[in-house]
Every structure is written in structure tokens, then in C-alpha cells.
């Protein structure tokens, strides 16, 4: 029991899983954005090439801040990371495993990997990460409230808010997504794990250009190197959550073209749309996003 225990949260789908497969989407997601800009791109190798070289450098912690939060912070983001991926793999592959109140686990650690950002620069006693915090703090408050409607859609058709029970209820009668209120619902969840992963046009709280890397700035070394191998497994383990939320019915081995489908959506939106100020994110999510999630929930409820 123990063993299974520790392969699940270091070998797969923890950690080792993860860390690659988050290399190797963050190196098709920066070839292909090379492409969208006339260029060639890195080579296969770089996103490790990175890391490595991340680790060889010495780690800085600010004057005047919390040093032990701002170390700490990584740490809790990527143990959330790996944390939501045991759960959402293991019980799409085995539904019989899910658990009272899994999805409310799931989506609680979801929100803890933003927050504990927040955490890390406003710890750091710098103005650019505690601006980066602010933003950060607005963006979750903004994209929290439609993500959660949306979330309630396929508890609505699966009449459970196991996480099993919805995976095996794709299963019988199909797709959540295939649904009009869960095609609706599925795309809402889709910009709003656009915004939880940072990506353009929802890159707010870091914007290199404006704010020198925002929440990030005062990182360096390994404390870097474990928030920058956080977001690449966040590339993986945010699209699988909502493809096995809305898209999970067939055959389980089309979990991969499913999810290699999505994340090509969220690289093309993040390569043609340019980033958008703190307040344009706020109206968007609170308005067209959760106009349209009310009216996925009111259709799932109606049975459409």
C-alpha cells in the first residue's frame, strides 16, 4: 500500500510523469509559438536545459521579506499540482476510486496553486511581485466565480458530484461536452484554465514587459526552477481536468488526442490575442463568462 502510494505521487502520475511530460508540452507550446513569430524555435532539449541550469544557480532570498514563505511557496504550488493530478488521472483511469467530495478537493487545490504565487510575492518585499500579487488576486477572483458554474454543469448531469460518478456517467450516455449546455459550459471552462495557467492573453500578474516578471521577480535558482517546472505540469494537469470534466466519454485512450486538441487551442488563442489590462479580464469573466456559464447551468438543470 505504501509503495503504491509513492509511485502514484512520484512516478505516475506524480512527479516524474508530470515533470516530463510538462517539458515536453512547454517545448511544443514555445515551438509553435516560434512559428506563429517567423522563427525556429528551441531545441527539444531546452525546457530541461532550463531547469538544469536553474538548479545550478544559487537561490536568493530578498532582504526585508518572509524567507520562509518565499521558499515555501513553489513547494506548496507544485505538491498541489501533483496532488490534482493523482486524483483526476487515477479516478478517470479507475472510476471505482473516486471519494467523497473529490471534485471539491480537486477544485480547492486548484485554487491553492495561484494563492500560494500570491503568497511567494508578497513575501518577497518587492513593489513589481506585490503588484504581481495584486493582479494575481483579481485575475482568481475574476475567473473563480464562472469556473465553479461551469464545474456544476456535469454535476447537474451526472446527478453526483463524485468525480467517478461523472467519469462513468460520460462513459454510458457520452460526452458532457456533446450536450448544448455542456458545449457552452466546456467553453467557459476552457478561457478560465486559460486565465489559472497565465497564458496570453490572461498573462497579467507576471507581464514581463510591464512588471519584469511580476510575481516571479525576486526568484532565482532552484526556488525558480520549481515555479517555472510548476507551470509546465499545469500544462498537462489543466487541460486533462477539463477534458475529463466535459470530454470524457468514448474510449479511454482518446484522453490523449482529446487533450493534444485543447492544448493546441489554448497555444493558438495565447499566440493570436495580446494581453489584456486587469479590469478588461475582470469584465470579461464576470460578465460574458458568467452570463454564459448561468445560462449552461439553467440549461443543464432544464436537461439540455
Do not use: H
Not at 485575475?139 to 456544476?152: A, V
Not at 456517467?169 to 489559472?196: N, P, R, W
Not at 498537462?236 to 475529463?244: E, G, L, N, R
Amino acid at each position: 500500500m505504501i509503495f503504491n502510494y509513492v509511485f502514484y505521487y512520484a512516478v505516475f502520475p506524480g512527479f516524474l510523469f508530470l515533470a516530463v511530460a510538462g517539458m515536453a508540452v512547454s517545448w511544443i507550446d514555445r515551438k509553435v509559438t516560434a512559428r506563429f513569430q517567423w522563427r525556429v524555435g528551441p531545441p527539444m532539449m531546452q525546457p530541461f536545459y532550463d531547469l538544469r541550469k536553474l538548479l545550478y544557480k544559487e537561490s536568493f532570498s530578498p532582504a526585508g521579506g518572509n524567507r520562509l514563505l518565499f521558499a515555501l511557496a513553489p513547494l506548496i504550488s507544485v505538491i498541489s499540482i501533483i496532488i490534482v493530478a493523482d486524483i483526476v488521472i487515477l479516478t478517470f483511469i479507475n472510476p471505482g476510486i473516486t471519494f467523497i467530495g473529490d471534485l471539491i478537493v480537486v477544485l480547492y487545490f486548484f485554487t491553492l496553486i495561484p494563492l500560494a504565487s500570491i503568497l511567494g510575492a508578497s513575501s518577497s518585499n518587492n513593489a513589481f511581485a506585490s503588484l504581481g500579487a495584486s493582479r494575481e488576486m483579481k485575475s482568481i477572483l475574476s475567473y473563480e466565480l464562472p469556473l465553479i458554474l461551469t464545474m456544476l454543469v456535469p454535476v447537474i448531469k451526472a446527478k453526483s458530484i463524485l468525480l467517478g460518478k461523472i467519469v462513468g456517467a460520460q462513459a454510458i450516455s457520452g460526452s458532457f461536452a456533446g450536450s448544448v449546455s455542456g458545449f457552452l459550459a466546456f467553453v467557459t471552462a476552457m478561457m478560465c484554465i486559460q486565465a489559472k495557467m497565465g497564458l496570453a492573453p490572461f498573462d497579467i500578474s507576471e507581464a514581463e514587459t510591464e512588471l519584469a516578471g511580476g510575481t516571479l521577480i525576486e526568484y532565482s535558482g532552484p526556488l525558480l526552477s520549481l515555479w517555472k517546472l510548476g507551470k509546465m505540469m499545469l500544462l498537462v494537469v489543466a487541460p486533462v481536468f477539463v477534458t475529463v470534466m466535459f470530454w470524457g466519454g468514448g474510449l479511454k485512450v482518446l484522453i490523449v488526442p482529446k487533450y493534444a486538441a485543447l492544448i493546441a487551442v489554448f497555444i493558438i488563442l495565447k499566440n493570436i490575442n495580446p494581453r489584456v489590462r486587469i479590469d478588461q479580464s475582470i469584465r470579461f469573466f464576470w460578465g460574458k463568462m458568467s452570463v454564459a456559464a448561468v445560462i449552461a447551468l439553467a440549461l443543464a438543470v432544464i436537461g439540455l
